[in-house]
């Protein structure tokens, strides 16, 4: 799906657990994300925290979407 | 002669331990065969034994890739294996990725031969067909019956060292490796065959595939995010409860578009997952997890971003067959498209 969106003509990136396959699967923009079952959450947080946490995630995808990349890139979250 | 001896890794799923609510299990060596190991014993025979199989969740595996490794090699390293077997893992995409991610580390680490099996859009095929020999099998479990021979038939060949046949043959997924060998007909009576059936409309198979590297290069970046619209996509099966399309668990036969105008907050009583692949129950107390509407709501009032495009895009990926992801996705790309979508963000479970 990453592609096709690419493909159209919109930048997009992919926020995902496992980076490796999102590598594979042709990806250019990729943020990694927490667990599998809660990739933009921790329910070991409070409320608060993950919200917080998720903000930081949804803002490096939106720095990455401001970013110029010629090949897949991959955008650590700084926590 | 001595039984070789094998060493067999599989998820928690197949060892009988639970499905997504245990995929954390941390690894565990067991003595013998479980599961499939069983039916890997019947068909080894005297030839070979499973003297261990070792047991690791899916999430587990993946989320904590490099301990995991470490873990399961120290595991490997004292039993002395003759082979070491992973899976197979039909279509689960972290269970594939965790038989290729291990078997490759056994293979370089300790020198042992490696095998495992997978359908063939799993990706941890098309990360690790180069690798080692991944036996091609069905996409889920109904083709354990038909996949054991043909891997334990390989197996047996690896573990004793015999020469490997052409993957056509063999059953596995073809790795690009080449061997040289002596065709019957000479290359110019071969071309003038295939270029007669090719006229003729008849099928006919070609001596050298043109690989197929899908890439498609990055567009341009957002310029302006405080003017942009930002689209939400996902493949970790977000719907509003009760999955009024009905999007299937797994093997998804299409996608869903839901309205979000004026939802500030994804919450347990109006969405839930639909996804069959992973553990529910965060995503249903609270679907931002997955799909972080709350969050990109709150970049709009703060004018960080334009405008959150009105509508998600929803499937669940898991088994869901490339072919039907490429086309959910041709046709909802040219919908957002249209409605100049400047950037979409898609997360995947």
């Not at chain 2, 065969?33 to 969740?57: L, N, R, S």
């Not at chain 2, 690009?176 to 270029?195: C, H, Q, T, W, Y």
């Not at chain 2, 990926?317 to 957002?336: C, H, I, P, R």
């Amino acid at each position: 799906m990453v592609k096709e969106i690419e493909r159209a003509g919109i930048p997009v990136v992919h926020i995902c657990t496992v980076t490796p396959i999102s590598l594979t699967v042709g990806a250019n923009r990729i943020v990694p994300a927490v667990a599998i079952p809660h990739p933009l959450g921790n329910p070991a947080l409070t409320a608060g925290e993950e919200k917080q946490l998720r903000r930081k995630i949804v803002e490096t995808a939106l720095d990455a979407a401001c970013t110029e990349v010629d090949g897949q890139t991959v955008f650590e979250v700084n926590v | 002669m001595s039984k070789f001896k094998v060493v067999h890794y599989i998820n928690q799923f197949y060892a009988g331990i639970g499905g997504e609510e245990f995929a954390d299990h941390k690894p565990e060596l067991r003595d013998g065969p479980i599961g499939p190991g069983t039916a890997f014993a019947g068909a080894f025979g005297d030839k070979a034994e499973i003297v261990k199989t070792i047991v690791c969740g899916d999430s587990y595996f993946n989320e904590n890739l490099g301990e995991a490794k470490e873990t399961l090699l120290g595991m490997i390293r004292e039993i002395d294996a003759d082979l070491f077997i992973a899976g197979p893992a039909f279509n689960a995409g972290r269970y594939g990725v965790a038989c290729g991610t291990i078997c490759d580390a056994v293979s370089a680490e300790l020198g042992i031969p490696v095998l495992t099996g997978m359908f063939e859009e799993n990706p941890g095929a098309e990360m690790f067909k180069e690798k080692m020999l991944i036996v091609a099998t069905g996409s889920s479990a109904a083709g354990m019956r038909k996949a054991v021979p043909t891997m334990a038939a390989l197996a047996l060949k690896l573990a004793g060292g015999e020469p490997i046949g052409a993957s056509i043959e063999e059953g596995y997924l073809p790795g690009g490796a080449r061997v040289n060998f002596f065709e019957k007909e000479r290359g110019s009576k071969r071309a003038v065959d295939m270029l007669l059936k090719k006229l003729k409309g008849e099928p006919f198979v070609t001596e050298y595939p043109m690989p197929d590297f899908d890439r498609v290069p990055p567009n341009p970046a957002v310029k302006d995010m405080s003017k942009a619209v930002v689209a939400l996509v996902t493949s970790g099966g977000i719907v509003p409860k009760n999955n009024p399309d009905r999007i299937e668990s797994s093997s998804a036969s299409k996608y869903g578009e839901y309205d979000i105008t004026g939802v500030d907050d994804l919450t347990e009583a109006t969405y839930e997952t639909a996804h069959g692949g992973y553990d529910p129950s965060y995503a249903n107390q609270d679907a931002d997890r997955v799909l972080p509407v709350d969050v990109l709501r709150d970049l709009e009032k703060e004018g960080r971003i334009g405008k959150l495009y009105n509508k998600f895009f929803t499937t669940t990926g898991n088994g869901t067959s490339t072919k039907s992801s490429k086309l959910f996705a041709q046709e909802f790309a040219k919908k957002l498209k249209d409605d100049n979508v400047s950037v979409v963000i898609l997360t995947s479970t």
